[in-house]
């Protein structure tokens, strides 16, 4: 049985250690596509309470929302404490039930590159100063990052670990405007391929069941994806949650959920022609609360990982 290349043995090799990241959630970051910039609403799937810390945390922040032409950020120092309160409670909790070792800072929620320069500086700067952080992977959008925050991270990336996580989803315009996503494929391809060139990780995330996506189309993505030259994939199924467009189309029966027997097919398949040496860091997704409308396989992540591993044992992998 052949091992999948893993994040966590990527990181391991590397740092001789268990080293894990620290999901951080910063208030008045938003997205270009939900701020009216690119559009309004955001992708049809995006559920923005569905990410896992609370976005209110600081009060005062609460409608305040910075983009790339922000010209103060009164609340700059209000971010960085609440950076550094969410470091230190989620990373002393990791290394307490995990035994983590070392770090990595993950700014997850919403568009991590799309604040002021000098924002953006200040947080990275701090998170890369915590007491055993090794690196940052930063959470963004292809269309907003601009040449200045690239070639800054470019600089930090000769110190220390530096990733930025693109939301490909698709290689199809088409379904890029079904899911009302604000930019294009080869968009996505442009800053991937010069991210590399700079110097910088990029771990691309990929959606398998996108409307009207055959199977193919789905593979088609993910040959794609490794070929610009990602380091690291995260694969997920689209599910539907509460309060959302595809809510209202799945509701409408516009939008049927993959099921769980293509899913696995589909990944599989995507599994075995990824190059060997792109680590893979999630190969699932789900919600297990109300939020979530569909499917329901979609709400137990442990039977997920058990039918995974049974589906990947058949061709010889294991995740
Ligand atoms: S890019 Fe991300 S944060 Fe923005 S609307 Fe889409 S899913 Fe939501």
């Avoid at 939900?34 to 609370?54: L, M, P, Q, R």
């Avoid at 010209?71 to 950076?83: C, D, H, I």
């Avoid at 088409?174 to 930019?183: S, V």
Wanted: glycine share 6%; hydrophobic share 35%.
């Amino acid at each position: 049985m052949q091992q999948i290349y893993t994040y966590g043995g990527y990181l391991k090799e590397k740092f001789g250690c268990k080293v894990y990241k620290v999901g951080i959630n910063i208030s008045g970051f938003t997205c270009p596509n939900i701020d009216g910039t690119v559009a309004k609403g955001g992708c049809t799937f995006c559920e923005n309470d569905s990410f896992s810390a609370s976005s209110d945390e600081v009060k005062e922040l609460k409608g305040f929302h910075l983009n790339l032409d922000s010209s103060e950020n009164p609340f700059l120092e209000k971010q960085l404490l609440q950076l550094e309160q969410q470091f230190d409670a989620i990373s002393k909790r990791q290394a307490r039930e995990y035994g983590a070792e070392k770090f990595l800072v993950y700014f997850q929620s919403f568009t991590n590159t799309y604040a002021p320069f000098d924002t953006l500086k200040a947080l990275y700067e701090k998170a890369l100063s915590f007491p055993n952080v090794v690196g940052l992977s930063i959470g963004t959008r292809s269309d907003s990052i601009t040449e200045e925050t690239l070639e800054y991270l470019a600089e930090l990336a000769k110190e220390s670990e530096i990733w930025l996580e693109f939301g490909i989803q698709s290689v199809y315009d088409e379904t890029l405007e079904k899911i009302n996503r604000g930019h294009d494929s080869a968009n996505v391809k442009e800053w991937i391929i010069k991210s590399k060139k700079a110097g910088v990780n990029v771990c691309g995330h990929l959606i398998f069941g996108l409307a009207d996506e055959t199977q193919e189309m789905m593979l088609e993505t993910s040959r794609a994806a490794y070929e610009w030259g990602i380091d690291s994939v995260k694969y997920h199924p689209l599910y539907v949650v509460k309060r959302t467009a595809l809510a209202n189309e799945f509701t409408r029966g516009e939008f049927t959920p993959i099921s769980e027997e293509e899913y696995l097919e589909v990944l599989t398949k995507s599994l075995e022609m990824k190059p060997q040496h792109v680590h893979v860091q999630r190969v699932t997704a789900g919600l297990d609360d109300d939020a979530l409308l569909a499917p329901q396989w979609c709400r137990d992540k442990n039977t997920q990982i058990k039918n995974i591993n049974k589906a990947l044992k058949k061709v010889g992998l294991k995740y």
